[in-house]
Every structure is written in C-alpha cells, then in structure tokens.
C-alpha cells in the first residue's frame, strides 16, 4: 500500500508565499515522476508542475516564474514553492506520484488527499 500525504496549505495574502510538501510511504521500490495538480470550485483539476527523478520538470505556463517544483529522492517528498501568490492561485491542491513501482512488482499512480490554498486578503 502506498500512502502520500500532503502538508503546507492555507490562507495568504495575494503576492506572499506558501510551500506544500508531500511526502510518499508504503513499500516503495521506485517513483518516476511527482507532481502538483490543483482544482478550484467549479472547475476541472489541472496540472501545476511535474517533476521526473531526473529532475526534469514541467510548468504550467499560469505558474512559469513564480512556482518551483523540487524532488527528495531519498525521502521520496516532492515540494511546491509558490510566490507571488495571486487569487486565482485558490484552490485545492493535490500531490500526484506517477510510475510507482511497489516491492510487489506493482506499476500504478497515486494521489494524495488535497490540501486547502487560499489567496485572499
């Protein structure tokens, strides 16, 4: 079983900052990729940044220059650090691990729980 939890949401003020954190447990052999999407009321959920175990990573190009995405391996955590917060950043954001290869020899994706952002003064 494969468990991510996320941390790190809240309320800020427009043009401040928040870092999210998820982190992946459960028997774990590999992660190929983790990432962000996020989804506000009323609309579909969207991708916010990917990154690969490369480290290669992927932006929506709503967030280019303002977001960035950073990867622990070893701990098998993925952070988002978001500045310049703005109001349409609200909503909530859900942490993605694509490719997991379990002890079991089991491929499959998982999501996390979603946590709250709100950008509001």
């Known amino acids: 079983q494969v468990q991510l939890v996320e941390s790190g949401g809240g309320l800020v003020q427009p043009g401040g900052s928040l870092r999210l954190s998820c982190a992946a447990s459960?028997?774990?052999?590999?992660?190929?990729?983790m990432g962000w999407y996020r989804q506000a009321p009323g609309k579909q959920r969207e991708l916010v940044a990917t990154?690969?175990?490369?480290?290669?990573?992927n932006y929506a190009d709503s967030v280019k220059g303002r977001f960035t995405i950073s990867r622990d391996n070893a701990k098998n955590t993925v952070y988002l650090q978001m500045n310049s917060l703005k109001p349409e950043d609200t909503a909530v954001y859900y942490c993605?691990?694509?490719?997991?290869?379990?002890?079991?020899?089991?491929?499959?994706?998982?999501w996390g729980q979603g946590t709250q952002v709100t950008v509001s003064s």
């Open positions: 993605i691990a694509m490719g997991v290869m379990t002890t079991a020899r089991v491929l499959n994706n998982y």
């Open positions: 459960g028997s774990i052999s590999s992660i190929n990729a």
């Open positions: 990154i690969r175990s490369s480290s290669s990573t």
